[in-house]
Structure formats: structure tokens, C-alpha cells
């Protein structure tokens, strides 16, 4: 049957069935045969997509009452963070989130976890209305909760988002300004390593009168710059400004500063295409990485690396005698917890058990963020380094995730497992 032709009914007439059992049918119709979709009308298709959005705010509200039981049973601790990002494979700061959120929903938004529970409402727009309503009372963000009960179905996130501030300034006018000089308290300048070998550099909660003549200025010196002869378009020449002063306050020559490039010497010598590493941001591809190294502040260090297993064994010193951390920093590249990314440079360095002895017997250097550093002493959390290098992390919940440690002349996934916590 072609697209052109009259579509199947999925489900009978005579027997209803609900959006979850219509789901299911569909899926079982689709693997049975892939064509399904495609003999579905444009008003069916649609349908469908609005179902399967649907059931997946059901199941996200059934997740977050989980994270939130699982919150409360560790008292309310960061650890609570750590597990949900281990187990979901996402980043500490976006568990964070989702464990507060959660916790809001429970506590203090009830109706919008109903909304949640009948398909209505899912986790990123919730999420709009627990961060806009955080800064009320109890009393104060029940009202809104109410009021926002009707209003938020069927809207994007950004009118969700507006629709919250708007109701939470309302009943709070005082609160409102007390939150934007809250806000002014948490600024900061923050950076996002992408993919492709760019970085983007933001400042959060500046003051608006600031950021505006702040831009104002990088506009007025790009425009200046922007003659019939320069190829770069304005955006790039804001960009480019920007750094500049970041960089030098003035335009000029930036400030010297290091960072940790890991690449091997076919790499280097144009030899090979294997990507490079950059500690904290993870793979680079040879061409950008034999740039940055052609650069004419640049300066080499080299790192004797292991021929089997590609982990460094011998760092050479530079201007300064070289001391047992720097090395070790430069051996893991990042926090060895898994799933952290922090820049090794950035991290302590901490003796680790190892597997299959005491505490204090023959112990190993072990790089931690200041974060996972801490949570390495909290109850029910238990690290070791086996002879290999592998970094084991046992949680409360009795699971175990690992990481191997990184080669330095090729790129490679570290690995993560879980398995399940002997009983001792």
C-alpha cells in the first residue's frame, strides 16, 4: 500500500482504548511492520506524537517521585545528586536540578505533579515553574500553583516560564525585588566546551545595566572595525573584541596561561589523524590540536607514556622542579570520578585505597574536584584503585561505577559499569 492510499485503523471502533494501550498497539504495529507510520494520516501522525509526549510526563512524574523518595532516605544530602547522575548518565549539575525539582513538585507543587500525571505537563516546563516559584513561602507558592493550575497546559516553556515569574511576582512584590538582588549574588563567568573544537564563555546574573553597556561597547568597537575590507561578518567581530578584552583589557596580546593539550607524536608530526585530547574538554581533532600547538607561546612537555596501555608514566619538568602532583594531574587529565569532567589542574590530589587492602596501606594518588572530593568522605560512599589504575566508586544504593584510567596517545570512551556492591 502506498502513502497515497486510505490509512489503516490502528484500533478498532468498537473497542476504545486509552492513550497507553493505543501506544503500545502502535509500537507493536511498528515493529511488526516500519511502513506503519507512513500509512497514518498527517492528523493521526500528529495525534501520535502528542500521545507519546503525553505518557512521557507520566512516566517522568513517576521518576521524580523515585528521586525524591530516594532524596529524602538520604536525608537530603548532595550525595542524593551524585547517585541520580551516575545512574542516568547525565551531569551532577543537571541531577541537581532534577532532584530540587522533584523535591518542589512534591512538597510545594502538587498541582503541577498532577498536570504531570495526566500527560499534561512535561519535566522541562515543570521545571520552568519550580525555578521561577523557588524564592516563595509555602503559603505563597501554594497560590500560585493554583492560579498556574489552568494556565501553563498547552503553552511552550518560555510562556510557562513568564506566566510563573509573572504569578510569583504578584504574590510576592516585595520577594520579587529581594530575588533579583539574590540573583546579583550569583553571578558568574562561566565556560561550555562543545564538540567541535569552540568554546562558549557566558556571564550569568549580571547586572542588566552593566551587560548592556558592556555590549554597547564590544558593539561600537566591532562596527568600528567592521570597513568594506574586513571578510569577518559583525557577530565574529563582537566575538574577536570580546576576547580581546577579556584577554588583555586593551585589545593587545593576551595573558599567558596553561592548559594541557595530550596528543601523540604521529598526531604532532602530521603522521597520523587520531584526535588529541584537551584536559577538561575531551577529544580535538589533529588539525585543530596542531594549531594550537603551532602557536608562538606555545610550549612542550613531554609525557613518556606506557606502549601497552597508553597511560603516562614519566612527565618531563619544565622551568620548575617537578613535583609528584603536577604529574599526576597531568596522568588523569580530569576528576576521576566518573562521569566528571573537570580539568585535572582544577582538582586535588587524594590518596585512594587500594582494591583488596586497608585503608592507608599502599594507598594511590588520585585526582578529585573539590565536589567529589568532599563526597569521597560522606557515609555510604567507598573509592579504591585497583593495580590497573581503575577508579571503583560504590554509592549507598550498593552500585559500583568505574572508569579506566585515560591513555594519552589515543583517544578512547572511559568506560563505566555498574555492578552490584559485594555484601561485606
Not at 498547552?154 to 511576582?169: L, P
Not at 562561566?190 to 546574573?205: A, C, I, K, P
Not at 585535572?344 to 585526582?367: H, I, K, L, N, Y
Request: with cysteine.
Amino acid at each position: 500500500m502506498t502513502s497515497s492510499q486510505p490509512a489503516q485503523k490502528l484500533v478498532p471502533a468498537t473497542e476504545p482504548l486509552n492513550a497507553g494501550d493505543k501506544l503500545a498497539f502502535v509500537l507493536q504495529a511498528v515493529r511488526a511492520d516500519p511502513d506503519t507510520l507512513q500509512r497514518m494520516k498527517d492528523d493521526q501522525l500528529i495525534d501520535f506524537i502528542r500521545d507519546i509526549e503525553g505518557e512521557i510526563s507520566k512516566l517522568q512524574a513517576l521518576q521524580l517521585r523515585a528521586i525524591a523518595d530516594l532524596s529524602v532516605r538520604r536525608r537530603r544530602t548532595p550525595s542524593a545528586a551524585s547517585e541520580v547522575a551516575l545512574a542516568l548518565s547525565i551531569t551532577e549539575h543537571r541531577a541537581s536540578a532534577i532532584v530540587s525539582a522533584a523535591n518542589a513538585l512534591i512538597a510545594r507543587l502538587p498541582r503541577m505533579l498532577n498536570l504531570m500525571d495526566d500527560g499534561k505537563l512535561d519535566l522541562y516546563r515543570a521545571m520552568k515553574v519550580t525555578d521561577a516559584t523557588a524564592w516563595l513561602s509555602r503559603e505563597r507558592v501554594r497560590v500560585v500553583d493554583a492560579k498556574l493550575e489552568d494556565r501553563v497546559p498547552g503553552r511552550n516553556a518560555t510562556q510557562v516560564r513568564r506566566a510563573a515569574a509573572h504569578a510569583a511576582a504578584k504574590a510576592d512584590p516585595e520577594g520579587a525585588a529581594l530575588r533579583t538582588e539574590r540573583k546579583l549574588m550569583e553571578r558568574r563567568f562561566s565556560m561550555h566546551h562543545q564538540d567541535t573544537g569552540v568554546t562558549h564563555l557566558s556571564v550569568n546574573n549580571a547586572p542588566t545595566e552593566k551587560a548592556t553597556a558592556a555590549f554597547v561597547r564590544i558593539d561600537q568597537a566591532a562596527r568600528a572595525l567592521k570597513t568594506p575590507d574586513e571578510p569577518r561578518t559583525l557577530d565574529q567581530l563582537r566575538a574577536d573584541v570580546a576576547m580581546d578584552l577579556l584577554l588583555s583589557g586593551t585589545g593587545g596580546p593576551g595573558a599567558r596561561t596553561e592548559v594541557f593539550l595530550h596528543i601523540d607524536l604521529d598526531t604532532y608530526l602530521n603522521l597520523s589523524e587520531s584526535p588529541a585530547t584537551l584536559a577538561g574538554r575531551g577529544s580535538l581533532a589533529a588539525a585543530v590540536a596542531r594549531h594550537i600547538i603551532g602557536g608562538p607561546d606555545t610550549a612542550l612537555r613531554r609525557v613518556l607514556t606506557d606502549p601497552r596501555s597508553g597511560q603516562a608514566i614519566e612527565l618531563s619538568p619544565a622551568r620548575h622542579r617537578l613535583e609528584r602532583d603536577e604529574f599526576i594531574r597531568v596522568r588523569d587529565q580530569e576528576c576521576r570520578q566518573p562521569g566528571c569532567t573537570r580539568p585535572a589542574q582544577s582538582c586535588d590530589v587524594e590518596d585512594t585505597r587500594t582494591a583488596g587492602q586497608a585503608d592507608g596501606v599502599a594507598d594511590q594518588p588520585v585526582t578529585y574536584c573539590s565536589r567529589h572530593r568532599k563526597l569521597k568522605g560522606q557515609p555510604g560512599w567507598d573509592y579504591e584503585v585497583t593495580p590497573d589504575g581503575t577508579v571503583n566508586v560504590a554509592t549507598p544504593a550498593e552500585k559500583v561505577y568505574s572508569t579506566t584510567p585515560p591513555a594519552q596517545h589515543t583517544t578512547r570512551w572511559r568506560a563505566k559499569r555498574v555492578l552490584k556492591k559485594p555484601k561485606k
